[in-house]
């Protein structure tokens, strides 16, 4: 059984993070901040006891942000010389972000030099959301560090969306001033790097779509494999969706003269079991045609209602008058990410965005 989530901060990686601050300042109360950081931490999880960590900080620390800052900066690893380093650093990005927003310039470059020994991401957000402007001065600058880890903060932490942490509501409302970040990192050296900047796309599409369709229109002409790969990450969800527009950047003009027939192998499934799915696709068309071959599935909700959820299938060319059939099986088992509910459900196969075959099925769970 994997270990607990929680238990990447615990009792011993407190009292390194005490004798790490301790060298650096002789009259921190190290035995009092092991023993507020630690109380009762097993029955915490993991958000729990980075707070009450960062508590601890705050207890033992000087009052004066300055001198508390200075002595975290000291405690980090440096010139191969051991330091505060990992999941511990949760709680100092957490205590920067609480402490520090009258100091923008002293917390945001202790936030960037914490991140390449555990990402700031989280630290960072505070201060764009008090003062956005200002934040955006500093962390736009961030895209020509030499550090990789630096350069996917400037684009992580500004994801209007980021998972986990708090959002960023002026930058859902209008997240122009982001756009400048995320164009300098398109052809960023490291995959680390790009895959935040499509993920911080993906974001904004959420709210945006025409404007991420637009700006991967502007972006994909003569791309390089690395950047068409970020723009179609950066797409999915509006891929998923059907968006005309974003298609249209990959090629997958609306579907014309094709014909779908799908058949399911049996319309009762027990849960535990997989769908067995084959389709047939013909292009009628005169030209051939770029397909982009998806399937949604209409899960039962818990008061009757269904709920799609859109899975990949297959990208294809067909030639004029040429079929293909396909297969596949979709299982129905467990997953943490959704709860599953008897009865009717629907299959609905979706090419270059258009519905074009379906069926029933119900779901048992005998």
Known sequence: MPEPLKNLLHPDLVKSMAAHIARQAV????DRFVEQASRDMQQLELMQRALQIRGALGETLPDDFEKAATILSASLPQDGRAGITGWALLPVSQFVAQNGLGHFDLSLELLKDLTPHFTAEFGIRPFIHADQEQALRTIGNWVFDANHH?????SEGTRPRLPWAMRL???????????????A???DPEDYVRRSVANSLNDIAKDHPALVAAFVGQHIGDASVERRQLLRHASRTLLKKGDAAALANFGFAPSSGIRAALTIDTDIIKFGGALALSLSVTNDDAASQQLMIDYAIHHRKANGGLVPKVFKWKNLTLK????????RSHAMRAITTRQ????????EVI?????????????TMG
């Open 27 to 30: 009259d921190f109360d190290a």
């Open 340 to 347: 599953y509910y008897p009865g009717g459900h629907r299959i």
């Open 150 to 154: 630096v350069r996917r903060l400037a």
């Open 320 to 327: 004029p008058g040429e079929t293909v059939d396909l297969m």
């Open 351 to 363: 090419v270059n965005g258009t519905v074009l075959a379906g069926g029933d099925f119900t779901l």
């Open 185 to 187: 990192l398109l052809d």
């Open 169 to 183: 509501p002026a930058l859902m409302r209008d997240p122009q001033p982001i756009l400048p970040i995320l164009t």
